[in-house]
């Protein structure tokens, strides 16, 4: 069973060294760097979410959950929003269906509006990252048109 737990003092040294795909590499920050993300952004404002992604007791994947500012280059659907800035599953525990029920999971939380009600989910992502593109569309994710940070697209959901 897949489930999202907070990173805690005990788990964060097992998510650190959970990386994806040497080709997978360019598509998502390191779960480090993400981790670094979420105390800029709340000092600046934002509201990070960062969770861990596990499958029964083993943490497979990550996830950086955000509301509001996420950085200094903003769709216009950012404001007073959700996004899912970071998403990976480890590169070991690809093609078992872990993202699939991660992505039920990240969306049912967000649907409870822990930080304040919205009207839509957004996410960024690289316009070759196909997997991803597929993923995010068999939930209903629609591009928006617009691009940001170079070469992001924006995909969008109503919640």
Known sequence: MVTLRKITIENRREL?????????????????????????????????????IYADEQMVG??????????????????????????MIGEQYQKRGYGREAMKKILAYIRTFP??????????????NTVAKKLYESFGFRDNGEKINGNELVTVLKL
């Open 115 to 128: 930080v304040e009600p919205a009207e839509y989910c957004w996410i960024p992502y690289v316009a070759d």
């Open 62 to 87: 990550f996830v950086l959950i955000v509301y509001g500012i996420t950085s200094y280059e903003l769709p216009k659907i950012a404001d007073k929003n959700y996004s899912i800035q970071r998403f």
């Open 16 to 52: 650190f060294p959970l990386k994806v795909s040497d080709d997978q590499a360019r598509f998502v920050a390191s779960n480090l760097s993400s981790i670094a993300t979420c105390y800029i952004l709340a000092s600046n404002g934002g509201n990070p979410l960062p969770f861990a």
